[in-house]
């Protein structure tokens, strides 16, 4: 066989050999497969680079290990824990890895006890309300929603009935009445002392915002009758007699302490329709808890589709819907829009062939049914034939705005989905610079769950004669908050999703298209004062098919962090109580989410919360991230830590404006400072936009969001509240010093994220090369946002990254590269291993390091000392003591054989026998 040698001289691998002649057809084809196969059985046992140690420091690590006392306490991790001191976290830990709810439910069934005097002087004050001028004005619009004409009848069905569904057209007053019938009927029964309703909603923004307008009905201020309470924020109301609106979250959070809810009366599940994770996981809990608490009422309210699907899930409890009443609404579609507006799209030529051809198979034979009837120019049909025409369009729809204005007399509001926050905010950015929104005859409101709390109280309002409100949102205006006076819906047609796919463990994010029940409802929010008009972004055609529903998210979502949620909620197994959900994931996203919880260290084999795990569920965000935020604690850099993992966990700060991509390049290089990481960056923009004095100008100097980046800085704060309470810090200020005696160790900084990210490694077999090929040679994509993208020489051949996205490669968005001795010290699975003479460590099966034996022994008696030490500091949560004892001395040298190949300080002393 020949072989072909490179410029270098190198002989040249894989596939430029050639087949022998003899092989013909399918056989070319295996001989190919086999040989890759043999590659990649090469490559993985190749070693990804060398551990050396000098003797000095060597001998340095053996004096550390003769003297600390962490020695064989942890040697056996007993799964009962009983070498743990007492403490309180012990105390809770034990609870929640031995009890099931079951058991809980067993002795935590308290009701609430009547009484007397608080009943009489909760009348007295409803009485009072009822005479107040603010009270009464606001009653005469409730009495005109649909669902007061049901009040008595609605309080009858949950009298008789421990669970009911209630269905009705958004709008008719489910959200904002229920519970108020409920709690008035309470009050005017002088019962009041007994009636608690804890009513929930999917998102932050609508519990802030329908508990704003039920005080406003109520003629009282936030606090007293009705309150929120929301992750990080609340405004709880009196604790009886009273309403409280919560997220789904916040109730799951209160079920871990108190699994049968026994403060509360009365539990409205709102908006179930969506089929987000947290409200599937309430049914399910309800279920469990609702035999021991006879005493309380569920109601679950949805918009009226597939309300039944709920009422069986409860054994056909019984489902009452309020008939609403809507004005007719007239249908647009893409070829109407085009024929009104006379839109031309601007022709691109990058489309791929296959997409074409899709398209035009889809689309022709209604262009031609269009073509038969004329009832569209022929500029229409050329238009529709462009497969690019049903893409989201921000330009079509300025025209349409434009158009609508125009032509329509009435002055009713334009409402316009959106699919996402930077969709919303260019198109109001080409809306004001066109100039034809002048801001004396116009309202514009961006409405996105991201957008501050503050403004949104006047998008309900109707604006003055003779000015035109415009609201540009997300799917949040769908169900979850109504506004009156629309009349013009423009619905692009899209809606942006996450898909998770187990195969190739990773997320897909793209826009889909809407489902009938999407577009259905858009329509009908312009139908609310009078007959609307609702303009589709996409063809008839399309419309013909839309699928019925969208999946829920169950079947959409990585679930290491549902499977946290359970296993805190004492719920055992979960494959059991996946399958008792009203639909049950996927079991391959299901393993792939346990496997990386157990490699993590968050779950033992047996799938029992390790302390580390127990943590990882208290913590808000993703398990990864949780865990950099506790090592960057314990290492005391947690500034630099809380930026980079805020901007991991909620949202990348840097803003692509089309066309800029190079200068963004450009001044992303400049920020990071020759430094090869993607996370670094995050930690230097945040630096920068806290020590700057002028704020606003720095972020538009390095493209970023200036309202992001005041999100990330809340976030940091929160995040270290968190801390705070679980003992890890003292104070919860992010720079205390206290917390940040390492702050500027970047090549420390970079191993903590190591120690969070992995196993998210990506290698590369050649150094120099970009490291992107998964441990197991799955070809992946630096994407082009990352800093690492452009990069020509590599000088590690390890990488780590959080976010992967599958589009038509595995993308990978952020990067840090990486030296081996991170990945030896956080990676899992370490293993001596001798081969051909030759003694090298593995992690994982499938990452190796050239190293000699001594070094490597002396490496596994400090690692496992080490991730003693850990297992100690996690189980004892307390600040770390940076003095001289043993705590540190631990620490201080693991810090310094993490970060010394970043600092290329190998000694020069006679080296071992490498
Ligand atoms: O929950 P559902 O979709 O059935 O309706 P709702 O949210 O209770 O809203 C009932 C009515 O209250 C809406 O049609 C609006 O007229 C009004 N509303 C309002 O003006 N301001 C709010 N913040 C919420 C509701
Ligand atoms: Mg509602």
Not at 718 to 726: N, R
Not at 897 to 905: H, N
């Amino acid at each position: 066989m020949s072989s072909k040698r490179d410029r270098m001289g190198n002989r040249k691998e894989g596939n430029h050999e050639r087949p022998p002649s003899h092989l013909r057809g399918k056989q070319i084809g295996m001989y190919y497969a086999q040989r890759n196969r043999e590659r990649n059985e090469a490559n993985r046992k190749r070693p990804l680079g060398t551990i050396l140690l000098s003797e000095s420091r060597k001998n340095q690590i053996q004096a550390v290990l003769n003297s600390t006392s962490f020695k064989n306490i942890f040697a056996t991790t007993s799964s009962t824990y009983e070498h743990l001191e007492d403490s309180a976290f012990k105390r809770s830990f034990l609870r929640v890895i031995n009890e099931t709810i079951d058991e809980k439910l067993q002795h935590t069934c308290a009701r609430l006890a009547e009484d007397a005097t608080l009943n009489q002087s909760l009348y007295e004050d409803f009485l009072q309300k009822q005479s107040s001028p603010k009270y009464m004005n606001m009653i005469a619009k409730r009495t005109k929603l649909p669902a007061f004409n049901m009040k008595d009848e609605i309080l009858k069905v949950i009298d008789e009935n421990q669970v009911v569904v209630i269905s009705g057209e958004t709008g008719c007053g489910k959200t904002t009445q229920v519970a108020q019938f409920i709690l008035d009927d309470f009050l005017q029964k002088q019962k009041g002392s007994v009636c608690k309703v804890l009513c929930t909603q999917p998102r932050r923004i609508s519990a802030i915002a329908v508990a704003q307008r039920v005080a406003e009905e109520r003629g009282e201020e936030l606090g007293h009758s009705v309150g929120y309470h929301i992750r990080m924020e609340r405004r709880p109301p009196r604790d009886r007699g009273s309403i409280c609106f919560c997220t789904t979250g916040v109730v799951l959070k209160i079920m871990e302490s108190d699994a049968s809810l026994s403060w509360v009366s009365h539990l409205i599940l709102d908006e179930i329709h969506e089929r987000d994770v947290m409200s599937d996981f309430i049914l399910a809990l309800i279920k469990k808890i609702k035999a021991k608490r006879s005493d309380l009422k569920i109601i679950l309210m949805s918009a009226t589709l597939n309300s039944e699907k709920f009422s069986k899930y409860y054994d056909n409890a019984p489902h009452l819907n309020i008939p609403g009443f809507t004005y007719p609404v007239q249908e647009f579609y893409l070829e109407d829009v085009l024929q009104r507006t006379g839109f031309v799209f601007e022709s691109t030529h990058r489309i791929k062939h296959k997409k074409t051809k899709m398209y035009s198979d889809f689309i022709e034979p209604h262009v031609r049914q269009l073509e038969r009837t004329r009832q569209y120019s022929r500029q229409v049909c050329i238009q529709l034939r462009n497969p690019e025409c049903e893409d989201i369009n921000l330009e079509l729809i300025l025209q349409l705005v434009i158009d609508v204005c125009g032509k329509e007399r009435d002055e009713g509001a334009i409402l316009i989905f959106l699919t996402g926050f930077h969709e919303i905010s260019t198109l109001s950015r080409l809306m004001s610079e066109s100039g034809r929104f002048p801001p004396g005859k116009f309202l514009i409101f961006p409405l996105h769950s991201l957008m501050p709390t503050l403004e949104q109280k006047q998008i309900f309002d109707t604006p003055p004669r003779g000015m035109r409100k415009i609201i540009i949102a997300t799917n949040i205006a769908e169900t979850s908050i109504t506004i009156d006076d629309v009349v013009y819906v423009i619905d692009c047609g899209k809606i942006k999703v996450t898909n998770f796919d187990a195969r190739t463990n990773s997320d897909i994010l793209a826009p889909e298209w809407v489902s009938l029940a999407n577009a259905n409802q858009r329509r009908g929010r312009a139908g609310r004062v009078k007959p609307g008009m609702c303009f589709h972004l996409f063809t008839k055609a399309r419309n013909m098919v839309l699928e019925q529903y969208l999946l829920p998210e169950i079947l959409r979502k990585r679930l290491e962090d549902v499977i946290l949620t359970a296993k805190i909620l004492q719920l055992g197994p979960v494959e059991p109580f996946f399958a008792q959900l009203i639909d049950s994931p996927d079991p391959g996203a299901v393993t792939v989410a346990l496997e990386l919880l157990k490699r993590m260290n968050a779950l033992t084999d047996d799938e029992k919360l390790t302390p580390l795990g127990y943590h990882l569920a208290k913590l808000p965000m993703a398990p990864q991230i949780g865990k950099m935020i506790l090592f960057g604690a314990i290492f005391s850099c947690l500034d630099p830590i809380l930026s980079i993992a805020a901007a991991l966990d909620f949202k990348d700060p840097f803003q692509l404006p089309v066309d800029k991509e190079r200068e963004v390049y450009k001044m992303k290089l400049e920020l990071a400072r020759g430094v090869k990481s993607d996370h670094l960056l995050f930690h230097e923009a945040l630096r920068g936009f806290e020590e700057s004095g002028n704020a606003r100008q720095y972020c538009w100097n390095y493209f970023l969001s200036h309202q992001t980046m005041k999100q990330l800085q809340d976030l940091k704060k929160q995040y270290m509240e968190y801390l705070c309470e679980m003992n890890f810090v003292r104070d919860s200020d992010p720079k205390n010093p206290e917390c940040n005696l390492n702050w500027d160790n970047l090549s420390l900084v970079k191993a903590i994220i190591c120690a969070g990210l992995y196993p998210n490694i990506s290698i590369s077999p050649v150094l120099g090369k970009a490291p992107v090929r998964t441990p197991s040679m799955r070809r992946l994509k630096l994407h082009p946002k990352s800093i690492l993208a452009e990069c020509k020489y590599f000088d590690t051949n390890i990488l780590v990254y959080y976010k992967k996205m599958k589009s038509k490669v595995d993308f990978i968005y952020d990067a840090s590269l990486i030296h081996p001795l991170p990945v030896i010290f956080f990676g899992d699975r370490f293993n001596q291993i001798c081969e051909d003479g030759r003694s090298f460590i593995s992690i994982n099966q499938n990452l190796r390091f050239k190293c000699s034996e001594s070094t490597a022994s002396i490496i596994k008696e400090l690692r496992d000392r080490f991730n003693w030490f850990l297992e100690y500091k996690i189980s004892h949560p307390g600040p770390v003591v940076w003095g001289g004892d043993d705590e540190t001395q631990i620490l201080s040298l693991i810090m310094e054989l993490i970060t010394c190949e970043d600092m290329e300080e190998f000694d020069d002393d006679a080296f071992d026998d490498e």
